[in-house]
Every structure is written in C-alpha cells, then in structure tokens.
C-alpha cells in the first residue's frame, strides 16, 4: 500500500513540477481561467481511464472505448435531434445504458466465449466505429450542431459547481466510488487476484468470469458516460468522434502506475496519469516546445513511466532477496 | 544463435553499405527527371456538342461525413441529375489522401465518365487522376485543388486573392486597425487554406494595418476537437490577442464555441468562412459579428455541369472556353483551366436568417 | 484427415477463394488485370507489417509501433530528399533509420525486460510523434519519376519475396522452430539453450527495417511523404496476422494462414469498393472477421472437449508465471489455446 501511494506521490510531484515552471513563464496558466480549462480538458479522459483501469488491473484491456465514446455521443446528437427538449437525465442515462450495452458484448466475448480482451476489443473498436458510421449515414445526419441541443445539455457541459467544472464534478464523484469500491469491497480486492494470478483466483473459488464481465460494462458505461459529457462539452457531433483516444487512455493509466499485466495500482493512480498528461500537453506549446513535440508526449510519458518502474520493481526485488539472505543466514 | 544472428546482421548490413556507397551522386532532387506530360490539352471542344445523357458523374470529397462537403456533393448531383445523367458520392470516413487514392481507382475500374474530387493532398492523388484520364475519364477538381496536370479543370469557390485580402479587412475593421491576430486553418498542406493564408501576410503587408501583428498559425486540422483546442491555446499562449481568422468551417465554429463560453467572448474578434446553420447562434449571443462564405451547392452544382460538359465534349478545360451552367448561366474558363463561382457572402445579424445551408 | 480439413487455415482458403469467385463473377471489372494488380498493390504494406508481425507474434510478444515506423520513414525520407541528398542514399539511410527503431524497441522489451504490448504502444506514439519533429505537418513531393513506377510495378514482388523468406525461416529453419518454442514456453526455451533474448531482438530489429520497406513502397506509391503516411495501418496488420490463425499468445500460426488472411482482406475490401459499399460498413466485416477468426478456434475447441473427457487436472503444462508473457496474453484463457 505504501508503494502505491508513493507511486501517486510521484505524480503529484511531477504535476507540481510542469505546472510550477509553466506558470513561471506564463502567469496565466495558473489563472483561474487557465486552471479550469486544464480540468475540463483532462476530464473525460481520465473517466475513460478510471474505466481502463479496472479491466488493466484484471490483466484484461479494451481498446474499444474510444469507438464507444464515438457512439454515444453520436447518440446524445441524435436524440436533441428527435426532442430538443430532452431532459439531461434522460440522455445521460441513454448515454451510459449504450456503454454498458456495448461492454456486455466486448464483456461476453471476453468472459463467456473466452476470447483474449486484445482481440475482442480491436474487432470492437472496429465494429463500434462502423457502426456508428453508418448510423450517421442511414439517418443522413452527419454532423449534429449547438443550435440543436437544448441550451441546458449545453449549459450543463460548460457549467461549474463553486469553481470546478461540472465535468470534473462527475470525473471526481465516479473516480471516488471506484477508488472506495476497489479497496473496501470483497469483488473489488477480487479484481486484483484475478489479475495477479487467473489460475490461482479461479481456484480459490473467485467467480472469474462474472468478476471480468462486470468490469467491462463498468468500462463501457463510464466510455459511454464520457460520450454524453464529450457532447455537452463540446457541442458539436459527427462520427469520427474520440476516434484514437484509446491509446491516450491506454497511456494515462499506464503512466498512472497500473502495471499492464495486472493486479497492481489504482484508480485515483489513473486519473492522475490522465491529469498529468493533459497538464503536460497543454503546457507545452506555453514553454515554447514546437508543437510537433507535443504529438510524441504521450508516447514517451509511457515509456518513461514504465522503465522508471522496472528500476524500481528491481531495486525493491534485489533488496529483498538481501533481506531473505540475512534472515536466513540470522535463523 | 550468435552466429546465426551476426551472420543474418551481416547479410542485411553488408548490401545496404553497398548502396551507400554507390549512392553518393545518384539522383537528388535538382537531377531528379520530372514528368513533364500535361494531361489535359489538345483535344478540340465543341460548345454547340450536345449533353451526353446517362453519363456517370461521381464526387469524391474529402471525407464523406464533412456537412460542407455533403452540401457541396448533394448540389453536384442535383446538376448530373438536371442534365439527364446519374451521379453518386463516395469517399472515406477520414480525411486521408490514400484512401482517396483507392477510391480514385475504384471508380476507373467502375469506368465512370468523370470523377469530380476535393484533394487532400494535392501530390498524392495525382498520380491516379492521370492514371484516369489516360483511360479518358474527366477529371474536375472542386474546392480544393490538385496538381494542375492531373485534372481538367478546378472549380474554384471565388478567386483566392478576394478571399485572402477580403478576410484581413474584415478583420482590421473590428479590432481597429490595430493588435495582435492569429489564423486558425485546417491542416498545414490544404492548398486553398494555404493560398489564401499567403494573401493574407500580404494584405497585411499594406501600411494601414501596420499595426496589426500576426503572431501564430494554428492548425486544428479540421477536427472540431483540436480546433476547440487550439483556440484554447492560442488564447491562453497570447492573452492580449485581439482578433483571430479561421478559414475554414470546422475552424470558425469551433472557435465561436470556445469563446462564446469564455471571459474573451466580444474581446477577441473572430471572423473566417462558415456555414450560416453552424454559425447562426453564435451571430446572435454576440460572439461573432460577421463572417463570409459562397453557397456549397453552388460550388457542387458547377462542378457537376463541368463534369458533364467535359465529358459531352462542350469545353477542353481551355482558357477562354465558356462553360453553360443551368441556373448559374455562364462562366468563363480562366488560366490553369480555372473556374471561378463568384464572390463571397458576408453574413451578419442583419442578413444570415435570409440563409439555410 | 478431419483434423487437417477443419483447421482453420484450410476453412480461411475456402473463403478466400469463395469471396474472390464470387467477386469474379458478381462484379465486373473485379477480375481486370489492372484491378488485381492494384488490389495487391493496395495491400503491400498491410502485408510487410504481417509478415513482420508473424513471428513477434509466435514468441508471445507483439509490436504494435509498425505503422508509426512507417511514417516515421516516410518523414525522414521527405526531410532528407528536401536536404538535397540523392534518392539512392537515403533508401538504405531509411531502412537502418527503420532498424534502429526495431531496435529501440528490442532493447526497451528484452534487455529492460518490459511488456511488449505496453512498450510498442508507447513507441507507437512516440515514432508518430518524431515524425511529425521531423518534417512537421507538410508533406514533401516530387521524387524522381523513375523510381514511382519501381514500387508500384515491383511492390507486389518484394511483397511475396518477403512473404517466402519468411516461409521458408518460419517453418523450415531452427530459427523458426525456436520461434515456435519460445512461444510455448519461454522459460524451457531458455533451458534447451536457445538464446530467446538474441531470437527476440533479432524479430524486433528486422520488424522495424521491414516497415521502413514498407514506408519506401508507401512513400514512392503517393508520391507524398508525410508524418501522418499509414496512420492506423497496425490494427489492419495485426488483424491480418490473428485472422491468419495466429494465437496471440504465441506458439501456434502459420505464413500460410497469413498470406491467406492478407489475401481475403484485399480482395473483400476491393470488392466493397467496386460495389459501393461504404467504408464504415467495411470497418465492420473487418472488425467482425477478427473477432469470428478467435472464436472459430475457441468454440471448436470447446466442442472438441465436450466430446472427448477432460485429462485429469495437473497433467496440463501450466503456463510459466513470466511477466513478460502473461502482459502480451491479455486474457485470462491462456489454457483455451
């Protein structure tokens, strides 16, 4: 436990460090203003990477999320178009129910007809994305603008509770269920036997399947809740929406400190990860890094990410087996 | 293994040291031999020739779901279907030059009459456009331009220079000849974005908008996201911006929506080309005060009766041909096989509920 | 004999031949000389990065950086050509710029001991990345009309003798028999003196020179290098490798399987666009294909099981607790293989 919450620390850190200098050279990065868009931009995606983690801590991965981000989103557009009275309720339940929907498909695959989550996820993403492609060309509506969205929808993207930003509010609530869930409930701690070791967890008597099937609707809803907060936010929708997004997903919770083979790091790890990164790329075109730099972030983050924690994972290993060495030498 | 290994490493090093040396004083690019045969050219037009019928006509925009281009495409069909033809849109879901390469050879084996298509990458399609009309199928390009000698004739929205020029003056006027502006455009190789960003320094060139600045480009790539980002960045990397212009219908509405819900909304002026549906509501909360553009459909419709006059034989793609276009009565083919639509509309409080498009 | 006849390889042939048959028949044009030759043509890179693919995948390990070492090439390519160096010297300056990124990759997965999946996802963004610090969003053209017509007559051709050598080392060399043990278990790999880690440095090395390859083709085809040249291009490679049959925990698959899998995913893909069939429609049949091609495997798998007993628990080689191996699996069913 303890080496998790240094794992965050150390993100914190790093957050304190980027945003330290970039405000030194520009003051306005820290303004009010400067600090609300950085939560706003960093929100959605660290919701996906709250969902991510999860399925990575059960040595599980979906690379659909950004196809299902796409698709609900599509759908928020989509029902303005139908009522533009619609009530925000009802489209963030609609929202979340087509996540879910599509994590029980990626879910069933994954756990009842035991095929391995790479590839499931890739053919969904697949799938997904064409599906919403072609739900924008059977209805002819490619494209779904501000104008058409009830002025609440878009109110309630843009609008803050006492100085954060609605959809920081929603990333904080779910990221604070999650967190609790995972520590202090019996199938949360599952999840991360489940990952560790699969053979071990099955026959210990954890429901495998059931465990791993949950957490895909988990991850499906949460994308599927990010494409209606993405549509309020941003208030215009084609199909091509959040396409990509899985790899910067991918990256943030990997940069968050859960391991990518499972039962190691944390939710509150993820969404921090995700923080970082957005943080990293928004100040970099302030410090005067040519933003072509900015493209290979991510990417570099990860790497960095996980060879620091190989040399730590070693360092603690070697110290270990010192440990044991002297203990057994002492008995 | 190690040797195995090394051997194999040898192998594959060995020969390309090879090359390297036989390198040295190949062919660079100032040797390098260019293709020099124009596709279009001699073959004679006769204006009185009459409208083939039946001909198919396909449009090939930049992608598929751009509203823009669905407008532009939809006014192109309608002027195939007027002239007794059958015309149909296809394209790629992403804005990518290769997958309009697939597509521009799809529609040679499918021995359409003519292709009609808005180039991502000026280059990168040449090579197949020329591929089809050396199998005699018409090549016109719309709204953005390819390579000259890879298409008949281009369709152009109205002439650059107007556009270009015509953006910084609207601009000047609302910030008052005076501060730091900044161009929002699509993706840095998009020909017409490009040609008119040039008029632009130029225009600013001109001793009364001395003191105006312009301090950064920005690319949002025609992605509603990055552009909504971008601005984000241009506003908080220059916070005493006064004025930003975004040539480019994803650009500007995504722009008005980033300020019209931030503290600069009415300080920092914002013009550009976009839809009146896109913009309306932007035009009315005060964020915008005006901005211009020509009708897509217009633009596809004389595309669509370019298409069919190639291929009935009614014009070459000649300078000084005269090109008939149903309601849009005539248009003269200019150099470079140039069509031009006519002048922008400027659209303001008082004139874009008159506009549904 | 019935074992042979429902491997999945041989059902993939029949489809493939099904689909380019029917393809004759129903279409016109789909048959055209010209037509085949761009349908190869279209698929070359898919196919170098397959063929990449192929044997990282057979040791349990993946890369999914190819298609960003594609545009990462394609950049320099343009940068160097800007620079005025002559065309003969910067393809072989392109294919080490390639192996060198492979080789990036091999160090960060062998000699750092990091998961494959998590490594070449972060190189997938990094290379994009240094491609766009490389040329920036512009694109560089006008390569000397003498080499243009080399890669679309002869890209095909480096193609299949790509596709043959790795045949002939796949499955008729040590080399390739070792590929197929480490996928089965690395650790008693290691133990009957195979040097796993020199096999896997070697798949990494050579996986980013094909792909510079691949770039060169890519590059010559357009006409037009850029830093965004085959964005995406790895998903449609990695689909063609586990479409070809290919495990993706390693040990099992086949050059056949694969060029069959590359076959199918061509001619389906030009017969939809001769046809009309919208592209989004075409993300779905491939999407789908990859997801059938796992399940096939597995479902057969559990009929099989029904009907004959299950061995008695414990005499199943249990898979080895190697980190590395477990990150690529990516699912919790490695005893379903």
Redesign the interface.
């Known amino acids: 436990m303890r080496a998790l919450a240094g794992r965050e620390l150390g993100i914190v850190l790093v957050l304190v460090a980027v945003v330290t200098v970039t405000t030194v050279v520009?003051p306005?990065?820290l303004s009010r203003?400067?600090v609300h868009?950085l939560f706003l931009?960093s929100s959605i995606i660290a919701l996906l990477a709250v969902g991510q983690a999860i399925l990575v801590i059960?040595?599980?991965?979906d690379l659909s999320v950004g196809s299902v981000l796409g698709l609900s989103a599509f759908l928020s557009g989509q029902l303005y178009l139908a009522d533009r009275d619609m009530p925000v309720i009802v489209v963030l339940l609609a929202g979340i129910a087509l996540g879910a929907v599509c994590g029980v498909v990626n879910g069933a695959?994954?756990?009842v007809?035991?095929?391995?989550?790479?590839?499931?996820t890739?053919?969904?993403?697949?799938?997904f994305?064409?599906?919403?492609?072609?739900w924008?060309?059977a209805t002819g509506v490619?494209?779904v603008?501000?104008?058409r969205m009830s002025p609440d929808f878009l109110a309630f993207g843009?609008g803050s509770l006492l100085f954060l930003p609605n959809l920081t509010v929603i990333t904080l609530l779910v990221l604070g269920v999650a967190a609790y869930a995972l520590r202090a409930f019996r199938p949360g701690r599952e999840l991360y036997a489940?990952g560790s070791?699969?053979?071990a967890a099955r026959l210990s008597g954890i429901p495998?399947?059931r465990r791993?099937f949950v957490a895909f609707v988990i991850s499906g809803a949460l994308a599927g809740l990010g494409g209606v907060l993405h549509a309020s936010y941003?208030?215009?929708i084609?199909?091509?929406?959040g396409?990509?997004r899985e790899?910067a997903v991918?990256?943030a919770v990997?940069v968050g400190g859960v391991a990518?083979?499972?039962g190691s790091g944390t939710v509150v790890g993820a969404a921090l990860g995700a923080l970082l990164l957005t943080t990293i790329t928004?100040a970099l075109?302030?410090l005067g890094v040519?933003a072509?730099?900015?493209?290979?972030?991510?990417?570099?983050a990860?790497?960095l990410a996980?060879?620091l924690d190989?040399v730590v994972m070693l360092r603690v290993a070697a110290r270990l087996r010192r440990r044991t060495s002297v203990g057994g030498a002492g008995g | 293994m190690i040797r195995s290994s090394r051997v194999r490493a040898a192998a594959l090093i060995l020969p390309l040291a090879v090359v390297l040396a036989a390198g040295c004083g190949g062919t660079t690019k100032d040797s390098a031999p260019q293709a020099g045969n124009s596709g279009s050219g001699n073959s004679s037009a006769d204006p009185n020739a009459p409208m083939k019928q039946g001909l198919k006509i396909a449009f090939l925009p930049k992608e598929?779901?751009?509203?823009y281009m669905?407008i532009m495409d939809k006014g192109g069909t309608d002027a195939v279907k007027e002239v007794g033809g059958e015309g149909k849109d296809v394209g790629p879901?992403?804005a990518s030059a290769s997958s309009q390469v697939s597509y521009i050879n799809t529609l040679i084996q499918q021995k359409q009459d003519a292709i009609v298509i808005s180039a991502n990458d000026p280059n990168a399609v040449a090579p197949a456009l020329k591929d089809a009309m050396s199998k005699g199928i018409k090549v016109v390009t719309v709204d953005s331009d390819a390579a000259k000698d890879a298409r008949q004739v281009f369709i152009n929205q109205a002439s650059s220079e107007e556009i270009g020029r015509s953006q910084v003056r609207i601009i000047a006027k609302q910030i008052g000849n005076e501060g730091k502006i900044a161009i929002l455009s699509a993706t840095p190789n998009a020909t017409n974005q490009n040609a008119w960003i040039e008029f632009m320094k130029d225009e600013l060139k001109k001793p009364e908008f001395a003191k105006i600045e312009l301090v950064k480009t920005a690319y949002g790539d025609d992605?509603?996201?990055k552009s909504?980002?971008e601005t984000?960045?241009l506003l908080?990397?220059y916070?005493d911006l006064k004025g930003i212009i975004s040539p480019t219908t994803v650009g500007i509405?995504?722009a008005a929506?980033y300020l019209s819900?931030?503290?600069s909304k009415g300080k920092v002026m914002l013009t550009g080309l976009g839809t009146p549906?896109?913009m309306?509501?932007f035009v009315k909360d005060g964020t915008v005060t005006e901005f211009a553009l020509w009708d897509p459909g217009q633009l596809g419709y004389l595309a669509g009766y370019a298409a069919a006059a190639l291929a009935s034989g009614q014009i070459s793609g000649a300078e000084g041909e005269t090109l008939k276009c149903g309601k849009l009565g005539e248009r003269k083919i200019g150099k470079d096989g140039e069509i031009i639509l006519g002048p922008p509309t400027a659209f303001n409080a008082a004139n874009i509920d008159q506009f549904d498009f | 004999m019935a074992d042979r006849l429902f491997r999945w390889e041989t059902l993939l042939f029949l489809l493939c031949l099904a689909v380019l048959g029917y393809g004759a028949v129903s279409t016109s044009g789909f048959a055209d000389p010209d037509n085949v030759r761009f349908l190869l043509l279209d698929y070359s890179e898919v196919a170098l990065l397959a063929f990449a693919l192929l044997p990282i995948v057979l040791t349990g390990e993946?890369d999914l950086s190819v298609a960003s070492v594609i545009g990462f090439c394609s950049a320099l390519t343009g940068k160097l050509w800007n620079a005025g160096m002559s065309f003969e010297t910067i393809v072989p300056v392109v294919l080490l710029a390639g192996l060198a990124l492979g080789a990036v990759n091999a160090v960060?997965v062998v000699k750092?001991?990091?998961?494959s999946?998590?490594?070449t996802?972060?190189?997938?963004?990094?290379?994009?990345?240094?491609a766009?610090?490389v040329l920036?969003?512009g694109a560089v053209t006008g390569f000397p009309e003498n080499y243009r017509p080399l890669a679309i007559e002869y890209g095909t051709v480096v193609v299949v003798v790509v596709g043959v050598l790795a045949a002939v080392t796949v499955h008729f060399t040590p080399l390739g028999r070792a590929l197929f043990a480490i996928g089965l278990g690395p650790e008693a790999t290691r133990f009957s003196g195979i040097r796993v880690d020199r096999v896997k440095m070697l798949l990494f090395c050579v996986s980013g020179a094909l792909a510079a390859l691949a770039s060169l083709i890519y590059t010559l085809r357009y006409n037009s290098a850029r830093?965004d040249n085959a964005n995406?291009l790895e998903?449609a490679a990695?689909?063609a490798v586990?479409l070809g049959g290919v495990s993706?925990?390693g040990g099992r698959g086949s050059v056949f399987g694969v060029a069959t899998a590359l076959l199918l995913m061509a001619g389906l893909r030009n017969l939809m666009f001769l046809n009309d069939v919208?592209?989004?429609?075409?993300?779905?049949?491939?999407?789908?294909l990859?997801?059938v091609s796992?399940?096939v495997p597995?479902?057969a798998g559990a009929i099989a099981r029904r009907r004959r007993p299950q061995p008695p628990a414990g005499t199943q080689p249990?898979r080895s607790?190697d980190?590395v191996g477990?990150?690529v699996?990516?699912?919790?069913?490695?005893?379903?293989r």
Not at chain 2, 64 to 67: A, Q, R, S, V
């Open positions: 520009n306005n990065f203003q400067g868009d931009n059960t040595r599980n991965i695959l994954v756990a007809a035991k095929v391995p989550a790479l590839v499931v890739l053919g969904t993403l697949y799938v994305r064409g599906l919403d492609y072609a924008a060309s490619h494209q603008n501000a104008d843009n489940i070791n699969p053979d495998v399947g791993v941003f208030g215009t084609n199909a091509s929406v396409s990509g790899l991918v990256a990997v990518i083979f499972g928004s075109p302030i040519p072509f730099w900015q493209r290979a972030v991510d990417g570099a990860l790497l996980i060879s190989r | 598929i779901d751009n509203p669905v879901s992403d992605d509603d996201q909504f980002q984000q960045a908080s990397a916070p509405s995504a929506r819900s931030s503290p549906n896109q309306r509501s | 993946i960060l750092f001991g990091l998961p999946l998590a490594v996802i972060g190189t997938l963004g990094l290379y994009r990345g240094l766009y610090v920036g969003d830093a995406g998903l990695v689909a586990l993706i925990f919208s592209n989004e429609v075409q993300n779905v049949v491939t999407g789908l990859l997801i796992v399940l597995v479902a249990s607790p980190p477990a990150a699996s990516h699912g919790l069913n490695e005893e379903d």
